[in-house]
RNA sequence: GCGCCCGUAGCUCAGUUGGAUAGAGCAGCGGUCUUCUAAACCGCAGGUCGCAGGUUCGAUUCCUGCCGGGCGCGCCA
């Protein structure tokens, strides 16, 4: 795993510690602990927190606050690096470094720019990500908006720590959930034509299909009466599907989801896939027939019973085809495949996973992210949403609402596993409490803050050429001991699948900007001092009112290059979620 | 009945894979603009981490059993 710099330094000096503690017979273990670092929960209790005496006690039959002590004495080497070290009970070492270490991570920013906080953890290997995946057989809801801002989240982040990641969507336009489209749009169809017919019994009740129905009307008029219904259902439902789909398509990418490939279910079963992937389960005996059906040997694996893929009729189930669909995916060699699945399928999880093991793949080749469902808040009041009905808050219609960025923000801000009750009033607030807007204005403000420094005439200067030893403010440090989490942070998101960690760091950091920007200034206060950026003005002294502190030149330009990287990290991490880092606001 | 997920402040949720005195945002109360954006900041209050055991130096975190909520258990997708 790659650390931050300042970690792996502190690593070094408490490893160094340890060695020197076995060389004078110290310690007694063979082989040394590789000492893990944890951020403490009290800025008292310093920069980091090691445990490794606490690891240690057992082996060494001593206290841990007795080995604690001991590597303190040996820390003391570390002067260049450790400032200060303190034991604390039951056996923490506590760091805090010096200052100076902590401005490695300004200029490493600085160096890197957009690509600070990518990593190459992934090493290139081929992730195949399928998100979203609705029927065509209905606009996106809520619940969709959710897996595809996470769907898209996640790509980004797999994408910056270094994996290959290709976007699918799976489209489900074969089988039974078509058939209904065609009839229920057929049926609406016939009615705009004056006819009196029964609605399909397990139809689609939305008003979206009177819609399309109505297109259909307008463009064709009543001609398709006259072939023949089982003809003219088929064409309805042809019309209806890439309509449909070609909304889906529209109502992604203006909330800014893209995928790469677009995979037909009809494809499988046209190119034979489906037939082939059963024959090879057939072969290795994990496909049997039993009462006229094909049944997938799934309980082989971790699923509690056999499956159906092959009815008694002949027709073949989803799970044929959705085996079959990984087959392929499986066959195009990708490393990792992942898919993003409402919780309501959870139970698919292990025979999809037993498919995978039946094909000679382990079966963690193949994860599931689970997102939960979404519920609607208006006025402090669920919104009540029925399938049954088709009636539910689309996607497209919380969009307008709210914008795309609060509504990704808000998608994204809760762990996925567990239920989100989407604000509208909240979302829309143009205030702190709404927490898009306050982590977009951080990056607002700081863009502002350039503008009028610029206006003033003040260059602004590389990290070579400022003095960081000025940023002696507990804020500025804080602030810089924020962007140096930023990388773990991105790897943590990918590695457990959860984007929900990158929202909650963000306004972390929008808060620590906040709280500096009110505490301190950081252009000068009098207009009067508009010569600012000229050599003149060196050892002249503004000074802020409200905390009462004297800066100098060197002060304003370490503050405005730390500014900038704050900015940067604002800037990378919301790139990640897909919300825009406005100039202004 | 079986399986999966969830249970943390009045509400919505975090909690760095087992660490120290459990955090944030709303909502409530009280403060802060002669300031580079007040779209901001500060303070107060708020808790039996569902309950009971177990594992160990140490548990909100891991294990077991209950209680409560959601979802799933089709030759439906």
């Known amino acids: 795993m790659p650390e931050g710099i300042v970690q792996t330094q502190v690593k070094d000096a408490i490893h160094h510690a340890l060695s020197m503690a076995k060389e004078q017979g110290q310690l007694t273990a063979s082989s040394l602990p590789s000492p893990t670092l944890e951020l403490p929960k009290r800025e ?61 991570v300004l200029y490493d920013i600085e160096e890197k720019g957009k690509d600070y906080g990518r990593s190459e953890m992934g090493h290139g290997q081929r992730v195949l990500l399928e998100y979203v995946s609705a029927n065509p057989t209905g606009p996106l809801h809520l619940g ?105 398509r529209e109502d992604l990418r203006s909330f800014r989801v893209e995928f790469d490939s677009w995979f037909s279910e009809a494809e499988l079963y046209a190119s034979g896939k489906v037939q082939q992937a059963l024959a090879t389960l057939r072969e290795r005996e994990l496909a049997f027939e039993q009462e006229g059906a094909l049944w997938f040997r799934s309980s082989q694996f971790q699923d509690d019973k056999d499956r159906v ?32 699945w409402g919780a309501d399928h959870h139970g698919y999880v292990s025979r999809m996973q037993g498919a995978v093991q039946a094909f000679g793949y382990p079966k963690d080749r193949l994860q599931m992210v689970l997102v939960q469902m979404v519920s609607l808040l208006r006025d402090g009041k669920k919104v009540e949403m029925s399938k049954r009905s088709g009636e539910f808050v689309t996607l497209q219609e919380v969009v307008k609402e709210v914008g795309v960025d609060a509504a990704r923000f808000f998608f994204l801000m809760r762990r996925a596993d567990s239920h989100l009750e989407f604000d509208v009033e909240l979302a829309k607030r143009q205030s702190t409490e709404n927490p898009v807007y306050y982590v977009q204005y951080a990056h607002a403000r700081l863009s502002s803050l350039f503008r009028t420094a610029q206006a003033r005439g003040v260059v602004m200067c590389t990290g070579r050429d400022v003095t960081l030893t000025a940023l002696t403010q507990p804020e500025e440090l804080r602030l810089i001991k924020h962007l140096s989490q930023f990388p773990d942070l991105v790897e943590s998101c990918a590695r457990f699948l959860e984007p929900h960690r990158l929202p909650f760091y963000l306004q972390e950091l929008a808060g620590n900007l906040h709280v500096f920007y009110y505490k301190h200034r950081v252009l000068p206060l009098d207009k009067e001092d508009e010569v600012a950026g000229q050599p003149s003005i060196v050892g002249a002294k503004a000074y802020s009112a409200k905390s009462r502190e004297v800066f100098s030149f060197e002060v304003m330009q370490a503050r405005l290059f730390l500014l900038q990287q704050v900015q940067t990290v604002l800037r990378n991490g919301l790139e990640l979620l897909g919300i825009r880092a406005p100039e202004q606001m």
């Open 44 to 104: 008292e209790w310093g920069d980091f927190a090691c445990n490794v005496a606490m690891a240690m006690a057992k082996v060494e039959h001593r206290s841990p606050v007795e080995i604690a002590s001991l590597l303190a004495e040996h820390l003391k080497e570390a002067r260049t690096v450790i400032e200060h070290v303190e034991v604390a009970n039951p056996g923490f070492l506590n760091l805090t470094l010096v200052p100076s270490v902590w401005f490695a």
């Open 309 to 340: 893929v092959c009815k008694q009729d002949g027709d073949y189930t989803y799970l044929a085809s959705d085996i079959a669909y990984h087959q392929d995916k499986l066959k195009r060699g990708f490393d990792r495949l992942l898919n993003v």
């Open 144 to 248: 969709h908006g959710r897996g595809a801002a996470l769907g898209d989240a996640l790509s980004r982040m797999l994408q910056a720590v270094g994996y290959e990641v290709e976007r699918e969507y799976y489209i489900n336009d074969a089988g039974r959930q078509i058939k209904l489209l065609a009839a229920s749009v057929f049926a609406r169809y016939q009615e705009l034509q004056g006819r009196c017919v029964t609605f399909p019994e397990d139809g689609y009740h939305g008003h979206y299909i009177q819609t399309v129905a109505k297109h259909i009307a307008d463009q064709f008029g009543a001609s398709l009466l006259d072939i023949s219904a089982s003809e003219a259902e088929e064409r309805c439902g042809r019309l209806a599907y890439e309509e449909l789909l070609t909304s889906i």
